[in-house]
């Protein structure tokens, strides 16, 4: 019998792995992860700049403030410590020309008309194309430091003043509980940035496993090939090759993508782009080197072998589930009907994880995370932001494995009895009848 399940498991690889298209997908996959990580030098190469500056002209009509405007861009872009050479920084430069003549030699400046009425700081930004949300939040930042700084000069108030209402104040961060730090919650952050990103090849693989057994299932039903198969060996024997042979292959597919992605970073490095592109105010680079070196890096010691744990055993879960509906139906579209409400517990389970650090302490999110097939997003997510502990884990650990029980118990019989049967009607009826029998 362990022959047969070892040919078994080695013919349905052979048909996944041996294909000029997992060939072909591969190959785009890396294309994509390297193209991903480099996406700043991709868009270099098709003529953008992430290090180009944004050179903006001015035209004091106050004959105040550009000094100011200048005073205030210089302390801006210094309190998010950015750099000429790398970050895309606000040139300011007095406009020699009529603003209209300078915008078309430069189709990318800006330019930037000051007014004063009645000592209030008004101004007009002029364009040749939209400007991104990021960039005006920023500028109109600066525009509105400038005119507070003006306001407060015209009332006469001192140098030494004026420096004191109008410097940025400095935050210390005090946390009163014993168990938390600054570098945590700075981590939190990180955490809830990156995490979506780090679920969602697992995501994408649990809907490939689904589909793939569905369909292999399916296709050996519509060749008739099945009736060979099942009388050399038994139902049981088959539904645990197909099961076996499918995770094998998800997890040579994320390793694969763990591949593609380590020679994304490293073709990063060795065109000397190192630095990732910022989301926002955060750095992902000096995110990810910060996340490295603090506390949570020991944390994540237990949580990663945890994790990686409840991910194996979901897998085994969606592929037995999977098995279990691809045997009562008799083509691919019945079994896409099937798979639809699997989907749609998979998607509920990956908007939960994006959105747990937002619903702290919601306890509807904390039930969802002992879920069966949810909990494998969910909970390591709970797990790292502290929402979850290891107990709780264990618990949702433990609850897969009895789903894997219930499934392998019953499953099996509903197998047995699908997987020869070629009428699509009652398909519900005759998995409850199946249930019954032994």
């Not at 180009?52 to 302390?75: C, F, H, P, R």
């Not at 007095?94 to 930037?112: F, Q, Y």
């Not at 002029?126 to 407060?152: C, E, H, P, R």
Request: overall charge neutral; some cysteine; aromatic content about 10%.
């Amino acid at each position: 019998m362990s022959n047969k399940l070892k040919y078994l498991i080695s013919v349905s690889l052979k048909r996944k792995i041996k294909t000029k298209w997992f060939l072909f997908a591969n190959i785009l996959l890396l294309v994509l992860s390297a193209g991903l990580i480099n996406l700043d030098s991709v868009i270099k190469i098709f003529g953008g700049d992430f290090a180009e500056n944004q050179v903006i002209y001015v035209v004091d009509n106050s004959n105040k403030a550009y000094d100011i405007l200048k005073t205030k861009n210089s302390e801006y872009l210094a309190i998010f410590q950015k750099n000429d050479s790398e970050n895309s920084n606000f040139v300011i430069k007095k406009a020699t020309k009529p603003i209209d003549e300078l915008l078309k030699k430069e189709s990318s400046a800006w330019g930037l008309i000051l007014d004063s009425d009645k000592n209030v700081l008004k101004a007009t930004l002029i364009t040749n194309k939209y400007i991104n949300i990021t960039d005006y939040s920023s500028f109109g930042t600066i525009l509105n430091n400038t005119k507070t700084d003006l306001a407060l000069k015209e009332t006469n108030i001192n140098q030494e003043e004026l420096s004191k209402i109008s410097s940025p104040i400095v935050i210390e961060r005090q946390v009163l509980d014993e168990d938390k730090s600054s570098d945590e919650e700075n981590m939190q952050l990180m955490v809830e940035t990156m995490f979506p990103i780090f679920i969602l090849p697992f995501f994408a693989l649990t809907i490939f496993l689904v589909q793939m057994i569905g369909a292999e299932v399916n296709d050996e039903k519509a060749t008739r090939g099945m009736e060979i198969i099942i009388s050399n060996v038994s139902p049981k024997t088959h539904l645990t090759s197909k099961i076996i042979a499918a995770n094998l292959f998800v997890i040579l597919q994320g390793l694969l993508l763990i591949v593609f992605a380590v020679i994304g970073i490293i073709i990063r490095n060795f065109t000397g782009s190192s630095k990732i592109v910022e989301i926002g105010s955060l750095n992902i680079s000096s995110g990810i080197s910060s996340f490295l070196n603090s506390s949570i890096m020991d944390t994540l010691q237990y949580i990663i072998p945890l994790a990686l744990l409840m991910m194996l055993l979901t897998f085994i879960a969606y592929s037995l589930l999977a098995g279990v509906l691809a045997s009562m139906t008799t083509n691919i579209e019945d079994f896409q009907q099937l798979q639809t409400p699997i989907m749609i517990i998979s998607l509920v389970g990956y908007y939960l994880a994006v959105m747990a650090g937002v619903f702290e302490g919601s306890i509807f999110i904390k039930v969802f995370a002992f879920i069966p097939f949810i909990s494998a997003i969910l909970a390591p997510c709970l797990l790292i932001l502290g929402q979850f502990s290891i107990f709780e884990f264990i618990i949702a650990i433990l609850l897969v494995i009895v789903v894997i029980y219930l499934l392998t118990k019953y499953g099996f019989r509903i197998y047995k009895q699908g997987i020869l049967n070629y009428s699509s009607k009652n398909l519900w009826k005759k998995m409850f009848k199946a249930l019954k029998s032994e």
